[in-house]
């Protein structure tokens, strides 16, 4: 793909939020659990640490508070493969990580997920406080709306920095991930419909693109849409299919240079943690792409790494290549197949 550059010190660098995730364990309900499952996570930093984990170079900006919780989080960034260099330290009086409880349903009790975030360091993020040297350092640089709704200095601090690392011919990846939340459909539209035009891979649901970007037409209709209008290289969007909080089908549907691309969906995973699920699958498109694999390859990689996510408990997809790669042979292959591998 002639529109990303073919080398750079990273493949891939993220911008956004790595909160303190709090699980109760055993599918309670947060109201009767007594003790929590710590871990980490932000959409952001779970596709970075996807990517790193299937085999490129990739780094994450964000702000920690500088205390023992910040630092927790710092070693599972490391954990996940990916590099700390412009993580910022907070040592104001105001630092605090941001928190979210996560509940896991069963049917019919859905999952659920109580946010406790509000003033987190990573809101205090100013462009000053990233070195001037990053926008040279990346081929592609991935961000969500869900920076952009956070806080208005955050949002500010995020579009400067789409801007330069487009100017300096870094390829921009954008995951729309509306989050209800977090902003008004109507502002959350105004601010999107204003960066589209510099977004090279897009990520969006069928449902976002209809309800809160007000899309109208066919599916194909509304992705090339954003291609003709806006100039997007590659449009994906995912399809899942909720068949009960532990029962999930997946696939999803790639625009690319005129081909609408799609594989049969995974049907009946057994969900064990949704969460992160969709972020996989934007690390996998993305480690395809940046690869130098055909689009069709990509979009099986973004497909296989988030059906295999949703078997695994926390953000953080943790796959490897060849795990993904097992798993997309496994499943095209006819006659008999080992139930474990040994």
């Given at each position: 793909?002639?529109f990303i550059k073919?080398?750079?010190?990273?493949?891939?660098?993220?911008?956004?939020?790595?909160?303190?995730?709090?699980?109760?364990?055993?599918?309670?309900?947060?109201?009767?659990?007594?003790?929590?499952?710590?871990?980490?996570?932000?959409?952001?930093?779970?596709?970075?640490?996807?990517?790193?984990?299937?085999?490129?170079?990739?780094?994450?900006?964000?702000?920690?508070?500088?205390?023992?919780?910040?630092?927790?989080?710092?070693?599972?960034?490391?954990?996940?493969?990916?590099?700390?260099?412009?993580?910022?330290?907070?040592?104001?009086?105001?630092?605090?990580?941001?928190?979210?409880?996560?509940?896991?349903?069963?049917?019919?009790?859905?999952?659920?997920?109580?946010?406790?975030?509000?003033?987190?360091?990573?809101?205090?993020?100013?462009?000053?406080?990233?070195?001037?040297?990053?926008?040279?350092?990346?081929?592609?640089?991935?961000?969500?709306?869900?920076?952009?709704?956070?806080?208005?200095?955050?949002?500010?601090?995020?579009?400067?920095?789409?801007?330069?690392?487009?100017?300096?011919?870094?390829?921009?990846?954008?995951?729309?991930?509306?989050?209800?939340?977090?902003?008004?459909?109507?502002?959350?539209?105004?601010?999107?419909?204003?960066?589209?035009?510099?977004?090279?891979?897009?990520?969006?649901?069928?449902?976002?693109?209809?309800?809160?970007?007000?899309?109208?037409?066919?599916?194909?209709?509304?992705?090339?849409?954003?291609?003709?209008?806006?100039?997007?290289?590659?449009?994906?969007?995912?399809?899942?299919?909720?068949?009960?909080p532990t029962k999930?089908?997946?696939?999803?549907?790639?625009?690319?240079?005129?081909?609408?691309?799609?594989?049969?969906?995974?049907?009946?995973i057994e969900v064990?943690?949704?969460?992160?699920?969709?972020?996989?699958?934007?690390?996998?498109?993305?480690?395809?792409?940046?690869?130098?694999?055909?689009?069709?390859?990509?979009?099986?990689?973004?497909?296989?790494?988030?059906?295999?996510?949703?078997?695994?408990?926390?953000?953080?997809?943790?796959?490897?290549?060849?795990?993904?790669?097992?798993?997309?042979?496994?499943?095209?292959?006819?006659?008999?197949?080992?139930?474990?591998?040994?």
């Amino acid at each position: 793909m002639d529109f990303i550059k073919k080398y750079a010190e990273f493949d891939l660098i993220s911008f956004g939020e790595v909160m303190l995730r709090l699980s109760a364990p055993n599918k309670e309900k947060i109201s009767q659990s007594e003790t929590f499952e710590k871990n980490c996570g932000g959409s952001e930093f779970n596709v970075a640490s996807g990517a790193a984990n299937l085999g490129i170079r990739a780094a994450v900006v964000t702000k920690l508070p500088k205390n023992k919780l910040g630092h927790f989080v710092a070693r599972r960034i490391r954990y996940g493969n990916v590099s700390d260099d412009y993580v910022v330290w907070d040592e104001s009086d105001k630092r605090r990580l941001g928190i979210y409880y996560y509940e896991s349903g069963v049917y019919p009790r859905k999952s659920a997920v109580v946010y406790d975030r509000a003033g987190a360091s990573v809101c205090s993020l100013k462009l000053s406080e990233i070195p001037d040297e990053i926008y040279e350092k990346t081929r592609v640089f991935h961000i969500s709306s869900i920076s952009l709704a956070l806080d208005i200095n955050l949002r500010e601090t995020a579009l400067e920095m789409i801007k330069a690392m487009k100017r300096n011919g870094v390829a921009i990846s954008f995951d729309v991930n509306y989050r209800a939340a977090l902003w008004s459909e109507e502002e959350a539209r105004a601010v999107i419909e204003k960066i589209l035009p510099v977004v090279d891979i897009l990520f969006v649901s069928e449902e976002t693109s209809r309800r809160m970007l007000g899309r109208t037409g066919t599916l194909d209709e509304i992705m090339k849409g954003y291609a003709d209008t806006y100039g997007c290289k590659v449009v994906a969007t995912t399809r899942r299919e909720v068949v009960s909080p532990t029962k999930h089908n997946f696939g999803s549907r790639v625009y690319y240079d005129g081909k609408f691309y799609e594989e049969p969906h995974y049907m009946n995973i057994e969900v064990i943690d949704r969460v992160g699920s969709g972020d996989a699958y934007v690390a996998g498109v993305l480690y395809g792409i940046l690869s130098g694999d055909d689009i069709e390859k990509a979009m099986s990689y973004g497909n296989a790494l988030s059906a295999i996510k949703n078997t695994v408990s926390g953000d953080m997809s943790i796959s490897s290549i060849d795990e993904v790669e097992s798993v997309i042979k496994a499943r095209k292959a006819t006659g008999h197949q080992d139930e474990m591998i040994r």
